[in-house]
């Protein structure tokens, strides 16, 4: 099966390629590859499983050394994107929440330190313990509960934008046969070692997933690797009172290449050739931001500035205000048409502003099942009032 999947993959691409080379598309630079083909290389990718937990060094290792970044990490909304349950401030702030859809009946409360969950029909009541949270409810959150041995979605969500429970994005169903159906659907555990290896750390060891000994969030070593090798080289250095190589058994993302840079943040953003292959089309993908960034008409000219980490610093918050972001638009473009090109400013002028550049190029889109809008990463000139442009 996974021989199958690997050689559909790669003919897919091939496909994809010959059509742009006979001048049918734009083509993604020749280096990016799907997710699953960076795991199979060798080296460190995000969510790539670890021999053991003794490769994990633990952020507060990582603290001593880079204490500012770290102390800015630890606040981010990756940090904090997984939770367990009955630590979510936000429920604890929120509940009982009730919500109804149908015939069916939704309520998530506290009782005794734990978060239960409960559907009701009209004759029925099921009651399960949430045990974690994913989503800092920024914008949503959701739940999973475990039974008889596997894990359940909750059925719904918390959204930011409701102020209330709503169903679970993608997860509408016409009409539910059962209060079983209506109350959670079963995760598969490949679905549940994708989720947990992007929101949280160590939770693949050794090919397996052990929710006992993950850390909730993205951590350090989630995008730096394990970082044991490095701590210890660097602790002995430091000993011996010699210059230690600062990169040494410690993976930086700074040092790849543009395509590779987007494809590993797209590790859990969806790069490109994760929804190609995926078929997914509309648009939710708008949430796939390093597959929109990839399908910008700029994309691909050589600028190896145009990645993730031109306008994100992963060490901090995402910023909101459009504003926050003209200084990266302006390291590229020339800020009016009186201004001469130069190798650093080699795009052109926008004839309409210099300032909040995102609300034009890069506009909102709402996506229902969402309830809220989110920034398509295609840059692009949109026209008031575009809807989304696949």
Known sequence: MRLHENVHRIIFRLLSLSIVALGFGAAPLPAQLSTDDHLAEP??????????????AGSAACAECHQTIAASQFQ????????????????DSRVPLQFTRGEFHYEIAKVSGKVLYSAAGQSQKR????????????????????ESGGYHEARVTFFSSLKN????????????????????????????????????????????????????????????????????????????????????YIFNPARLGAADAVDFCGGCHSAFWDVKLSGVKGVANVRAQPYR???????????????CAACHDPHKEVRSDAAAYDGACLSCHRASSAQAADAQHAAKACPTAANNCTTCHMPKIEIPFMHDTFTDHKIQIAKAGQSYVE
Not at 44 to 51: G, H, I, L, Q, R
Request: charged share 25%; glycine share 8%; proline share 3%.
């Open 43 to 56: 080296g460190f990718w995000p969510t790539k499983s670890a021999k053991s937990l003794a490769e994990f």
């Open 76 to 91: 981010t909304s990756m940090a904090k994107g997984l939770l367990r349950a009955e630590e979510s401030k936000l429920l």
């Open 127 to 146: 009651t399960a313990e949430l045990r974690w949270a994913f989503g800092t409810g920024r914008v949503a959150q959701s739940y999973l509960f475990k």
């Open 165 to 248: 429970l709503h169903i679970t994005p993608a997860r509408e169903i016409s009409a539910a046969q059962s209060l079983s159906e209506a109350m959670e659907r079963r995760v598969p555990d490949s679905e549940i070692r994708r989720c947990f290896a992007c929101h949280s750390t160590q939770a693949i060891v050794n090919d397996r997933f052990d929710e006992t000994k993950l850390v909730p969030g993205v951590a350090c070593e989630a995008c730096h690797g394990p970082g044991a090798k490095h701590v210890a080289a660097m602790q002995a250095a430091k000993v011996a009172g010699v210059a230690a190589t600062r990169g040494e």
């Open 293 to 307: 960034l990839e399908s910008s008409k700029c994309w691909g000219t050589g600028d190896a500035r145009l990645r």
